[in-house]
């Protein structure tokens, strides 16, 4: 039986659950199963996200191979939604897209778009990335209205002092501080020290 810790989460037994990172809780460190190739199975990998990274952590041909990709290297985070089993129920996954399919990483899967909605826009938005959605054909397409770049940098507040290269009356009228006035010194004479 091993130790349970606060930072390490236990599921009843028979539960298929797992953890998924949240934006708002980075870095994190969680497994996966990537796959390697397409047509081939896919491969245990510990990875571990930050804002500024991704180190993937995982075996080829029994090496141990630590990659890491940094979040410029993503095209996007991207959602691909595909038709249940059941008609009228979806599976959707949230996935942190890079051109090599071997280096993506599913950040969420879900019944429910509603919590993938929300999930969606936040991870764009830690990651400065654009928000990406995969067809029912394969095809990757950005969504231009809601892209997760910062607008353009505000402008100058004051710009009268650009132009006529003063500064402004109020700040004309303070005075310069004084220096606080001394404690007057006596030389001649002894100090008295109380002590009991």
């Known amino acids: 039986m091993r130790r349970q810790t606060e930072k390490q989460e236990t599921a009843a037994t028979g539960t298929a659950a797992e953890t998924m990172p949240h934006p708002g809780c980075l870095p994190v460190r969680f497994q996966q199963r ?3 190739r397409p047509g081939t199975p896919s491969l245990p990998a510990d990875i571990v996200l930050d804002r500024e990274r991704a180190i993937i952590k995982r075996r080829v041909a029994g090496v141990p191979v630590n990659l890491v990709v940094p ?31 071997a280096l ?18 936040r991870w764009a938005q830690v990651f400065n990335l654009p928000m990406l959605v995969c067809d029912l054909g394969g095809k990757v397409k950005p969504i231009d209205a809601f892209r997760a770049v910062p607008a353009a940098q505000p402008a100058p507040r004051r710009q009268l002092r650009m132009l006529t290269g003063r500064r402004p009356r109020f700040l004309n009228k303070r005075v310069v501080g004084r220096p606080a006035t001394t404690s007057v010194c006596h030389s001649s004479e002894r100090e008295i020290i109380a002590r009991t």
């Open 34 to 36: 990537l796959e390697s």
């Open 71 to 101: 979040t410029e290297a993503f095209d996007g985070v991207m959602v691909r939604i595909i038709p249940g089993d059941v008609p009228g129920e979806i599976q959707a996954a949230l996935i942190l897209k890079h051109h090599d399919s």
């Open 104 to 121: 993506s990483i599913t950040l969420a899967e879900t019944e429910n778009s509603d919590d993938l909605a929300i999930l969606w826009s």
